[in-house]
Nanobody
Framework: QVQLVESGGGLVQAGGSLRLSCAAS????????MGWFRQAPGKEREFVAT????????LIADSVKGRFTISRDNAKNTVYLQMNSLKPEDTAVYYC???????????????????WGQGTQVTVSS
């Protein structure tokens, strides 16, 4: 079955950096749009970034634009989220997701993402 396993979360001071990784298995990774979402305590899950099959199209949330970068390595079945200049408001559980609709159109909406990882905690201290 499809498995998405996130790693790389942790505690970091404001202004610091983290790189999240999501290793995928059980799917033809290169044919899936991949996304990152996050959910802070007491808040709804929100879109962070998404990337097309070969990485030619990337969408980034306005709240993290210029600080976060999404990338993928299809040879390693892995998608990354590089997070720089972290702020306390970036504190959340970060989830990796795979869009199972079979299209190569990255979407900010979560409904098309049929597969989700267990999440990794990112905590940014002030």
């Amino acid at each position: 079955q499809v498995q998405l396993v996130e790693s790389g979360g942790g505690l970091v001071q404001a202004g610091g950096s983290l790189r999240l990784s999501c290793a995928a298995s059980g799917l033809t990774f290169s044919r899936y749009v991949m996304g990152w979402f996050r959910q802070a305590p007491g808040k709804e899950r929100e879109f962070v970034a998404t990337i097309s099959w070969r990485g030619g199209t990337k969408l980034i949330a306005d709240s993290v634009k210029g600080r976060f970068t999404i990338s993928r390595d299809n040879a390693k079945n892995t998608v990354y989220l590089q997070m720089n200049s972290l702020k306390p408001e970036d504190t959340a559980v970060y989830y990796c997701a795979a869009d199972g609709r079979g299209t190569n159109f990255p979407s900010r909406g979560s409904m098309g993402y049929g597969y989700w990882g267990q999440g990794t905690q990112v905590t940014v201290s002030s």
